[in-house]
């Protein structure tokens, strides 16, 4: 279909009119905008799914999976409530080709064009940016989110001294929802220059990803440049997996060796090697940040932790509110791997009542069944609220241990995987194995989903090594318990590929990729999406092993 191009004053949802262009970038344009139904100025992103491939945007429907995913992770994303994070109002589709989010307007101005027009921060200044940027990573990565896209362009100063972290989920709201898709250039979603060694490899990313590209930030605000720069994307990806930058040290002599340090370990190529989590960055960070609070304010009415004072001092002329994007921060669509969900429904059907004596109220029948279509809409809180209901409604009739009970929970704990709540589906996950295990004469399918859920919780949390190891273990018991061709089987194969190119270990990789393709093409259909995806999987990280001059 023919591209519509937008216009001061058009409006989107007949009640957001657009007035000024902001920027325009690989993804789409920001706009300012009024709200006339609640007389207020917000900011609208519009998006065009297919455009970095395609050229020429698709229609979209209802239904159609790009819808269905941008909503679902705007309705995510607007859960994040955090004041250094712009409040989500609204989301939708405009004119059938473009997705739209409605933000909070913020005024200020990004930190690439600050440092490209009054040049590196004062010390105090980066690391009261910094310890900012950590206490919205805290409260993200305690949540289950992770930024994927975190660069200076993505953090704006405000005219208070405060930041704000933008465009946090833009980067997964538009990952296919059959796997991360191949572009033109062959890259992966994010800002090439600020992207991770592991999501360079192919990795999903990780809340220790995102310190990485704080590692990044940090780098660039102190010295003054990337940690990297080339003209090719690829050769980007390539120098941040196998180079190591300038020390910052030598860019910047005033520097305190401690500030450096903590940079050099957050731009560490093995996600284990940096700090643990951003709360660690934070506190590190503390001693400098607090020194960019004015002497005035300090024995008078105290100030956020971590907050900036209200202009950089540096002379300069005023910067634009929000400039657009150029060529060098342009992020490209993603094509790395995420840890899959179990490739069980999240929510089962419900079965017919149980012949062992106790029987299933009508009402539980009912409560999973709306479960499941609010699944299939993509309203992940209501369906997990029916689910509470419907184990509440269970238990009082059966054993903890009986297998209507264990059901639900492994439900409810898919269910909040894909909600993002790692840690709690984790612990949820040892909890329920340890009841299976001392309750059951023998390893099942349920024990084995157990063990794999938690292990990828695992993964999506960065810990690499230790998601790797227990895959491996998990894997040996699925093959115990269920066919060795198992569509769950090949799946817990293909994360076990991906940690291991995450991990440095490619020619393993590739190997465990091609024989993988092999018994896929034995026990799956040829049009399943399991076979292009491995294909993709095999095709980057031959490409990235030849550019790094790998064995393969």
Known sequence: MRDHHLAKGELIDGRYELAELLGRGGMGEVWAAYDQRLDRSVAVKLLTPGTA???????????????????????????????????????????????????????????????????????EWAAAVGAQVCSVLVQAHGRGFVHRDLTPRNVMLTTDGTVRVLDFGIATALQPPDGPRL?????VAGTPGFISPEQGKGQAAT??????????????????????????????VVQHIANTPVPLDRLRDDAPAE??????RLLAKHPEDRPADAAEVREALAPWAEQAVPKATRTGTPRRPGKAPARLPHDGTDLPNDPPP???????????TTPLATAQPLVRPAQPPSTSGARLPAESVDLRERAQRLVAEGRLSQALELLGKDLNEVLPRFDSSHPEVISRRLAILRLQFEAQ?????????????????????????????CRVMAARCLGRLGHNSAALLELREALDLQKEVL??????VLETRRDI????????????ALEALRHLAHDQRTALPPDHSAHAEVERLVSRLGRLTRALRLPQ
């Open 326 to 336: 150029d060529k060098a921060h342009a992020p490209v669509p993603e094509h790395a």
């Open 259 to 264: 500030l450096c340090h903590l940079v050099s």
């Open 497 to 508: 590929a991906t940690l291991l190119a995450a991990s440095g270990s490619a020619g393993e």
């Open 207 to 236: 809340p220790l990803s995102d310190l990485y590209a704080l590692g990044c930030v940090l780098y660039e605000i102190l010295g003054g440049r990337p940690p990297f720069t080339a003209d090719e994307p690829l050769a980007l």
């Open 483 to 488: 066919p060795p061709l198992d569509l769950e």
């Open 53 to 123: 491939v395609s050229k020429v945007p698709r229609r979209l429907d209802p239904q159609d999976p790009a819808v269905v995913r941008f909503t679902r992770e705007a309705r995510l994303m607007a859960k994040l409530e955090h004041p250094y994070v712009p409040v989500i109002h609204d989301a939708g589709t405009h004119r059938a080709s473009r997705l739209y989010l409605v933000m909070q307007r913020v005024y200020g101005h990004t930190l690439d064009r600050l440092v490209a027009q009054r040049g590196p921060f004062p010390v």
């Open 421 to 449: 709540e790692l840690q709690a589906v984790r612990e949820g996950c040892l909890e329920l194995a340890e009841t299976l295990v001392s309750t059951r004469s023998a390893p099942d399918a349920d024990l084995a989903a």
């Open 183 to 187: 572009t033109d250039a062959g890259m």
